[in-house]
């Protein structure tokens, strides 16, 4: 069961941007499992991918053709990966965008397959062409949600956000979906994620502003410490709104990069509260950092700790363990005297020193909470950063041990 988090009643549709998904037959449950997402011409394109060297055969398709030519279609199939594949993974993923761009009318290169599911399995070809020429005749534009559905693995709710925004006196329509249970943590963006928007942006703007994006976003989430082989974080303008084109010089391209922001941190943030076996979220605030970049190794050191992840899954203020954490964070100049500690706004330690405010009972009851916040203070500078995790329950390893059963 998700933590605090709901299906989506309803996604807006995205001017410029038609869907269709299906059950192809690649997942034995049955579930739906196949999407198109076909973008207008003219459309730009920004994403980032994971850095695992181990990369699957879909990432480097979409790479080499994103930097080859204007994408007009994404396929992304659930259930199997495609990763591990060597040769025979590549080969199949360009035969299926072969098949969507001949659908289509356009090349192979306009089009970006993403794959998520089993790693080390071939692609059911056959099954996954009879899905495409399923999809070709039903593409909508309302289809958003269904879309949510088809890309989820061990989720066990669809994730999906609408946002919009006022842009030279023209609404402008935000829509994302995401898909990550388990197997999270950032190495670029967590899992798969796709955002569609009408603006008009410059695509050099665009994606200069997703990297950072991605790090305060998606790269700030894990579950589990492992990176998977297939991560992606895709944003696509239509540019079918009226708006002049949107940069950095643009007077309301904050407006816009607000936006889409509020957009990457609800999917992320969706992701761990749909954590394999979750049943907290956990945020972990980390200040008084020399460096953004120590706070963060803070963060995540805390939040990959097992010994911290059970404690909260069991409620139990064993708060040394946090500390410890922070002790083994490596970074350098570190003083565990200059470290305070809050557990919600319950003050564990204040400058290396247990706080005469702290209380055994109330330190319970905050944890057993959904939502528990960590406040950690470094004593050190005035960077900070932000850190969202799960806690670790017997679900996970059950999860994960009968993943392919």
Not at 88 to 93: F, M, S
Not at 151 to 177: F, H, P, R, Y
Not at 281 to 295: H, L, M, N, R, T
Not at 377 to 386: F, I, N, R, S
Request: contains cysteine.
């Amino acid at each position: 069961m998700a933590v605090g988090l709901t299906q989506p009643d309803t996604l807006l549709p995205v001017r410029g941007f038609r869907l269709a998904s299906c059950a192809s037959g690649i997942k034995a449950s049955g579930d739906s499992d196949l999407v198109l997402l076909v973008a207008d011409e003219g459309t730009q394109t920004a994403a980032v991918f994971t850095k695992n060297a181990y990369c699957a055969a879909p990432v480097l398709i979409a790479k080499a053709h994103l930097d080859q030519a204007t994408c007009r279609a994404l396929l992304i199939n659930s259930g199997n990966a495609n990763a591990g594949t060597g040769q025979r993974g590549e080969e199949d993923a360009l035969l299926l965008c072969q098949q969507v761009a001949d659908g289509l009318g356009l090349s192979k290169r306009q089009i970006m397959p993403f794959s998520t599911g089993v790693i080390g399995e071939p692609l059911p070809v056959p099954v996954m062409q009879n899905g495409v020429e399923q999809l070709l005749p039903v593409l909508s534009e309302d289809s958003w949600l269904n879309a949510a559905t088809a890309i989820m693995t061990t989720d066990t709710v669809a994730k999906g956000v609408s946002v919009q925004c006022t842009i030279d006196n023209e609404v402008v329509t935000l829509t994302g979906i995401s898909k990550g249970s388990g197997m999270i943590h950032p190495d670029m963006a967590t899992m798969l994620a796709f955002v569609a928007t009408d603006a008009a942006v410059d695509p050099y703007s665009m994606q200069q502003f997703i990297k950072p994006l991605s790090d305060e976003s998606f790269n700030s989430i894990s579950v589990d410490g492992d990176t998977s082989t297939n991560d992606a974080f895709v944003v696509m303008a239509s540019g079918v709104a009226n708006n002049r084109l949107l940069s950095p010089s643009h007077p309301e391209w904050d407006v816009f990069t607000e936006a889409l922001r509020s957009v990457a941190l609800h999917l992320a943030h969706s992701i761990i509260r749909d954590g394999e076996g979750a049943t907290r979220f956990i945020e972990i605030q980390v200040k008084g950092g020399a460096s953004v970049q120590d706070c963060k190794q803070v963060g995540f050191t805390v939040a990959h700790s097992p010994l911290v992840k059970t404690a909260f899954f069991a409620g139990d203020p064993n708060l040394g363990r946090i500390l410890a954490a922070v002790g083994r964070s490596k970074i350098e100049g570190l003083d565990m005297q200059g470290v305070s500690l809050f557990i919600g706004d319950l003050a564990v330690v204040e400058h290396g020193e247990p706080s005469a405010l702290y209380n055994e009972q109330d330190a319970a009851s905050i944890m057993s909470l959904e939502d528990v916040v960590i406040q950690i203070d470094l004593g050190m500078g005035v960077e900070q950063a932000c850190i969202w995790t799960t806690d670790l329950s017997y679900d996970y390893v059950k999860i994960n041990a009968e993943y392919r059963s």
